[in-house]
């Protein structure tokens, strides 16, 4: 059977030390994986479980980009994270074998529609227009598991125009990666090509066109994104 229209093409995340990209299946998100933004966002980290949402394979766009202010929103927000690369099936595994579905890991974006997503949380509805949306997804280099040393006491830190806005380590997490791995694999079937970003550290805050954002993670390539002008 053929396709009634063009398919989109596959995002490709480049992978360094590879010639070959990371093309990019799904991409969940973690929400309150940070105690300290939890609080700035007025809540108390769930502890019984961690919770997510989703973005589309169009949000993915690559370090150095130059995206425009989104339509719809007047409070556009930076979340600075750690994403994880998914490059082995994980279905149901333990805490323990978790890691041996890491491929890599990346600094990424979580990029808000804040205003979106507050009015549809007052709402109690879903927050895919604040969320999932094109171009919020942002993404550097990915680098191989084997590359990096463990998850913990890296420093992960965004600035905005020089001025540095979020500024925490990876042993902040509340949700280890493993335990995200474990717990999401106990709903999905975890394939090569997935993402989870991890969630972001406190001072989250708004962008403007001509702001230029840069974020980084010890040990990974860091993050560049410029604002263009609205849509």
């Known amino acids: 059977m053929t396709a009634l229209f063009d398919i989109p093409a596959i995002p490709l995340v480049p992978v360094k030390g590879e010639t070959a990209g990371f093309p990019v299946h799904r991409i969940f998100c973690v929400g309150r994986n940070y105690a300290d933004h939890a609080a700035e ?3 108390e980290v769930d502890r019984e479980a961690p919770f997510y949402f989703t973005k589309p394979a169009s949000a993915i766009v690559p370090t150095g980009s130059t995206i ?3 339509p719809g929103t007047s409070n556009f927000h930076y979340e600075m994270e750690l994403v994880v690369a998914i490059g082995a099936p994980a279905f149901r595994v333990s805490v323990e074998d978790a890691p041996k579905a890491i491929f890599g890991y990346a600094a990424g974006l979580d990029m808000t529609r804040r205003d979106l997503q507050l009015s549809e949380r007052a709402k109690q509805r879903p927050w895919s227009l604040g969320k999932a949306f094109e171009n919020s997804a942002p993404i550097a280099e ?8 463990p998850i913990g006491p890296q420093r992960i830190a965004l600035s905005v125009g020089g001025e540095t806005k979020q500024d925490a380590h ?3 997490l509340v ?12 709903f999905y079937h975890l394939v090569p090509g997935d993402l989870i970003y991890t969630g972001t550290p406190a001072g989250v805050g708004p962008v403007l066109p001509g702001d230029v954002l840069r974020g980084e993670i010890d040990g990974l390539q860091p993050i560049t994104l410029t604002i263009g002008p609205a849509e």
């Open 68 to 70: 425009a202010y989104p």
């Open 142 to 149: 990915i680098t191989k598991a084997a590359d990096l040393a």
């Open 175 to 186: 949700w280890s990666v493993a335990e995200l791995i474990s717990h999401l694999s106990q």
């Open 41 to 43: 966002m007025g809540y």
């Open 170 to 172: 990876l042993s902040d």
